[in-house]
């Protein structure tokens, strides 16, 4: 099955800093999600995007499927951003999605 | 639109017994998906139905099993429970208008096995 590996595992900031996640992929995809975990365990929608760039307050994402590889891109950080992101694949042979570890983010004030 | 639900949230279940779990989709929503997530394995995939059907089925021992009804609202089941169920169960749903579709995820059931 396709792998989804997510960098750094872990990342600690200063409020106010920016920062940049990694996902890198294994194969082919239909869908690439990035999700925001809260602290009761929801999945929070941040961005469907299996190719292209999206833009959302603070928050951006680019994914570039040729290369297997999204970045998502939160500026001045808030400590209401702290929690773990996860990045999701559906590979296009199935409607499953496949997740990362997650990075956990620290924001401190 | 409501978003996706799970009752109940929180669970507590002894060694050997069953449980229900379930979950409604996103009106509209046809295809439901199922998601475990323990500390030592990350989330993985349980199942996924669509059209009352299952059509996919993640690396998972027969006790645990699915349905869905007509309505789209889904079930799972998990029988002779173990210590190592206790888990995050997640559901998803999805239009699955046609691959690669958007998903959102429920708020989750918190099931401890003792």
């Known amino acids: 099955g396709i792998q989804v590996e997510q960098s750094p595992p872990d990342l600690i900031l200063q409020e106010g800093a920016n920062s940049t996640l990694r996902c890198n992929f294994s194969d082919s995809v239909n869908n690439l999600q990035w999700f925001h975990q809260n602290p009761w365990g929801q999945l929070i929608n941040l961005f469907y995007i299996p190719s292209g760039t999206k833009q959302n307050g603070r928050l951006s994402a680019t994914t570039v499927a040729t290369e297997r590889y999204s970045l998502l891109y939160i500026s001045s950080s808030q400590t209401t951003d702290s929690g773990v992101y996860f990045c999701a694949v559906e590979e296009t042979s199935g409607s499953r999605l496949t997740f990362g570890e997650g990075t956990q983010l620290t924001v401190n004030p | 639109k409501a978003g996706v639900t799970q009752t109940p949230r929180y669970l507590i279940k002894t060694r050997g017994q069953q449980v229900t779990l379930s979950c409604s989709p996103i009106?509209?929503?046809?295809?439901v998906s199922w998601y475990q997530q323990t500390p030592g394995q990350g989330l993985q995939f349980l199942f996924e139905y669509f059209s009352e059907t299952q059509r996919n089925k993640g690396n998972f021992p027969g006790r645990f099993s699915g349905r869905q009804f007509s309505n789209s609202r889904s079930e799972m089941n998990v029988s002779t429970l173990e210590l190592g169920d206790s888990a995050l169960y997640l559901c998803?749903?999805?239009?699955?208008?046609?691959?690669?579709?958007?998903?959102?995820f429920g708020p989750g059931t918190r099931l401890t096995v003792t």
């Open positions: 009106s509209g929503h046809r295809s």
């Open positions: 998803a749903s999805s239009l699955e208008v046609g691959w690669g579709d958007e998903q959102y």
